[in-house]
Structures are given as structure tokens and as C-alpha cells.
């Protein structure tokens, strides 16, 4: 917890309405994280003039005049602060728009910052997205997508198609970055049939009844990696078509964590650290989705039959992800394990904990070896809360003998079972202990028991 005194730095977010902002959560506990003695704020600024003054122009003297360490900006303001500042940092001007202020170094007043697209990039650049090279797809051509085009083309992006309802609102983006072909949306069967980064930038996908802008499985499928600037709701259309072909998606949370870590870069002169990115991720997505509830153990430890008595008992959700794999694959673990082999079910696990991540209210029985990958790990932490559900050889193999659907146990005798468990719950005992938030022992309770210890542990 931050202890606010008289050496306590005020950071804070201007913005109108603010009272739904998660920006406190992200530099808050970017504060108790890196010990800075700091407090963040949200500061609603209503837009209006006062005196023949606006008041958000009042607002970043009278701030500045206090002392503020640093502010963001959010709507309406990002275009309209600018006339306020001293100084403009050349790609917020190339934008024309600002989202972080920090004192400046050369006159009294604050010098404004863009950290949307370079938070961005910096998202794309934490699930291995490279852009150098490569060409994209950008639907939408509103203010969102010409920031987007900028940075991609300063990215080292080879060319972007741009797509928009009007298409004149494409071709004036186009006009300023040269390496756009604008489209109009009918028009999408126009791009060449290759591999892009698809970027959706339209406000399709905020309400429960809207489609898809396009929806054609065949333009999808040119996708490698998709991203919606919408991350509330977590899955919008857009992923879930993407995730239904098996293409890998993130949605905006990653650059609203991004920019805001690079705003705190700038106010405190440091370097957040990958854990503490992650770390504070997982408190956004806490925060934004509600909390989750993951199993990990052995094969047989309980996790499929405690993880459905306890999302009943507490009105959850319940997904099985090897279960979930299967519906996906249309195989079963098996005959994945027979025709790709361990090491291509691993990956296929991964990118399914990837794609039930925004998941929330949710219990999740993961697989016995979901925890052997460190990118599992680290995907499972952002998830929720997470459980080793630990029990002996014994009871694991009293619950798994007849089992003929766990592959690395088939056509073992029973001595050879017994010792195959216990040899790979020597090895795996580690990734599960070191993982999880809490070990409860099932061995020699009932489920209601096991149940029941949750709450106990919470």
C-alpha cells in the first residue's frame, strides 16, 4: 500500500467523464511495485470555459503551479491540452494529439507526450510481434487508425491497406503516409492473398449486438496476428473470429498497460521490468474482468471434478482446457499426441491459454504439463488465482488406471504406471509449487471437502 506523506509525489489523469478510469490501477501499482513514493489520481476536469478561459487550460496551469509530477490525458483533452503546453514531442505532433504530460526541462510548464502508439508497439513487441518488414491491415480510418498507420510506417511496416466504410476518409490518411493503399470496404477482396498484422480500429465490437465490419472467413485467414484496439468487452467479434481460425489476437488492455508504463517512465526517469508489466497486467485484468480461479496439477489430482463442484457452488463459469483443446482441434489429446508428437500439443495448450485469458468468473482445470512451458506460467498468472491441487501416487493412480485417455500412461502395466507417475511428479513438483498461489492436498478427501478449503484459503 502507498503511504501518502509530505514527500508523496502527485501523479494524476485529466479527463471528462473520469470516474470509470483504470489508470489509477496501472501507476498505482506501478508505485508499490518500484517503492516509489508516489499517488495517482483521477481529476475531472468538465468541459467548459470559465472566465473566457477553458478550463482545461486552468486546470494544467493551476497542476503544474502544485507541484503535479505528472499527468495524463485522456477525451476530450488530447488534442485540445496541446495549446496549453510549453513543449510537443515531435511524434505527438506527427499524431496531433497528446496522453502523457511531464514537467519541462527548458521552461515552467509541462511538455506533452504520445505513449498510445509507442505503447502499442511495445505490446505487440511482448507477444514477439515484429513489424519491421512486414505489411498490415488496418479497418477503420478514424483517429485511432491514422495513429496507428503512423506508427507502423515508423515501424519499418512494407505497405498497409486501409480499409474504411468512407472510403475518402482512408484516402486523406493515405495522402500523408505513403505506404497506404486505401480501400473502401466492399473493396477488401482487393488485397493480395499474403500474411498481414490485421488492426481493428473501429468502435465495432463495444455493444453485445454488433457483427463483424467484414465477415468472410477467407479475409481473416491473411491474418498472423490480429489486434482490436477494444478491450472492454475482453473478446470482441474480431477476436473471436480470429481465435475461431486459430489465429493469434490480443485486444487493447496490453497497450492501455503499455502507454502507461511508458508515461511512468518518463515522469520517474526508470525502466519497468518485464515481471512488473505482467504483474501489474494481471491487477488490470482483475480489476476490468473480475477475478479467475486456475487448477493446476498431476493428471488425476481432481482439478475437472473440483473445478465443477466449485464454479457451482459459486455460480462460475467452468472450462476444462484440455477438453477446450479437443473441441478446437476436432482430435482428441491422443490422437494429437499420436500424429504431432508432446512437443506440438505443448504449443497447441499455449495458444489455448492465450485465447481463454480474458476470460472472467471463471474456474479453469488446466492439464497435468500445462505448467512445464514458462510461457504457460506466465500466461497462467495474468489468468487469476491459481491452486496446485496436490495428491500421492497412490491416489493419483488409483484415480487413473482404468483411464485409456491419458496418453503418456497407455500400455503401462501397472508397476510401470506407478512408477511413470511418480517420476513425473518428481519432475513437475517444482513448476506447480513455484506457480501457484496456493497448495491444497486432495488425497484421502471428499470434494465437498476440497471444496471447502478454498474459502478457508482466500
Given at each position: 500500500m502507498i503511504e501518502i506523506n509530505g514527500k508523496t509525489s502527485i501523479l494524476g489523469v485529466i479527463g471528462d467523464p473520469i470516474e470509470h478510469t483504470l489508470s489509477p490501477v496501472i501507476h498505482n501499482t506501478l508505485c508499490e511495485l518500484t517503492g516509489i513514493n508516489a499517488a495517482y489520481l483521477p481529476i475531472h476536469v468538465e468541459n467548459a470555459e470559465t472566465d473566457g478561459e477553458s478550463n482545461i487550460a486552468s486546470a494544467v496551469k493551476g497542476l503544474y503551479a502544485s507541484g503535479v509530477k505528472g499527468l495524463?490525458?485522456?477525451?476530450?483533452?488530447?488534442?485540445?491540452?496541446?495549446?496549453?503546453?510549453?513543449?510537443?514531442?515531435?511524434?505527438?505532433?506527427?499524431?496531433?494529439?497528446?496522453?502523457?504530460?511531464?514537467?519541462?526541462?527548458?521552461?515552467?510548464?509541462?511538455?506533452?507526450?504520445?505513449?498510445?502508439?509507442p505503447g502499442l508497439r511495445r505490446?505487440?513487441?511482448?507477444?514477439?510481434?515484429?513489424?519491421?518488414?512486414?505489411?498490415?491491415?488496418?479497418?477503420?480510418a478514424g483517429g485511432a487508425a491514422r495513429a496507428v498507420c503512423v506508427m507502423l510506417e515508423k515501424a519499418g511496416v512494407e505497405k498497409i491497406y486501409l480499409l474504411n466504410r468512407t472510403k475518402e476518409k482512408a484516402e486523406k490518411i493515405a495522402s500523408e503516409i505513403s505506404c497506404i493503399t486505401p480501400l473502401g470496404l466492399s473493396e477488401y477482396k482487393d488485397i493480395p492473398v499474403d500474411k498481414y498484422?490485421?488492426?481493428?480500429?473501429?468502435?465495432?465490437?463495444?455493444?453485445?449486438?454488433?457483427?463483424?465490419?467484414?465477415d468472410d472467413d477467407d479475409f481473416y485467414k491473411m491474418a498472423e496476428y490480429g489486434y482490436d484496439l477494444?478491450?472492454?468487452?475482453?473478446?470482441?467479434?474480431?477476436?473471436?473470429?480470429?481465435?475461431?481460425?486459430?489465429?493469434?489476437?490480443?485486444?487493447?488492455?496490453?497497450?492501455?498497460?503499455y502507454q502507461g508504463i511508458i508515461a511512468f517512465e518518463?515522469?520517474?526517469?526508470?525502466?519497468?521490468?518485464?515481471?512488473?508489466?505482467?504483474?501489474?497486467?494481471?491487477?488490470?485484468?482483475?480489476?476490468?474482468?473480475?477475478?479467475n480461479i486456475i487448477l493446476v496439477g498431476y493428471m488425476g489430482s481432481g482439478k475437472t471434478t473440483i473445478g465443477k463442484a466449485l464454479a457451482k457452488r459459486r455460480g462460475m463459469s467452468f472450462i476444462d482446457l484440455d477438453a477446450y483443446i479437443v473441441e478446437r482441434e476436432g482430435r482428441t489429446i491422443n490422437q494429437i499426441f499420436a500424429e504431432d508428437g508432446e512437443e506440438k500439443f505443448r504449443e497447441i495448450e499455449t495458444f489455448a491459454i492465450d485465447s481463454i485469458r480474458f476470460m472472467h468468473n471463471t474456474v479453469v482445470s488446466t492439464g497435468g504439463g500445462a505448467v512445464l512451458r514458462t510461457a504457460n506460467r506466465n500466461l497462467l498468472k495474468d489468468c487469476g488465482r491459481i491452486y496446485y491441487l496436490q495428491a500421492d501416487v497412490d491416489t493419483i493412480y488409483e484415480r487413473v488406471k482404468n483411464d485409456t485417455a491419458r496418453p503418456l500412461l497407455n500400455g503401462l502395466s501397472e508397476e510401470e504406471k506407478k512408477a511413470k507417475i511418480s517420476e513425473m511428479l518428481k519432475q513437475r513438483e517444482v513448476y506447480y509449487k513455484t506457480t501457484s498461489d496456493v497448495t491444497i492436498n486432495t488425497s484421502g478427501k471428499t470434494v465437498d471437502e476440497i471444496v471447502n478449503i478454498f474459502s478457508i484459503t482466500e
Open positions: 495524463n490525458v485522456t477525451v476530450p483533452y488530447k488534442q485540445e491540452v496541446m495549446k496549453t503546453l510549453v513543449e510537443v514531442d515531435s511524434l505527438a505532433a506527427e499524431i496531433g494529439a497528446v496522453n502523457t504530460l511531464v514537467p519541462s526541462k527548458i521552461d515552467k510548464g509541462y511538455k506533452g507526450y504520445n505513449t498510445d502508439m505490446a505487440l513487441e511482448s507477444k514477439g510481434v515484429i513489424l519491421e518488414g512486414k505489411k498490415a491491415v488496418i479497418i477503420g498484422i490485421f488492426f481493428q480500429c473501429t468502435s465495432f465490437g463495444l455493444k453485445d449486438t454488433d457483427g463483424l465490419v467484414i477494444i478491450y472492454n468487452p475482453a473478446v470482441t467479434p474480431f477476436i473471436a473470429k480470429l481465435d475461431s481460425l486459430g489465429v493469434r489476437s490480443d485486444n487493447g488492455l496490453s497497450m492501455l498497460l518518463y515522469w520517474f526517469d526508470t525502466k519497468i521490468s518485464g515481471e512488473d508489466a505482467r504483474l501489474t497486467y494481471a491487477r488490470l485484468c482483475q480489476k476490468l474482468y473480475g477475478d
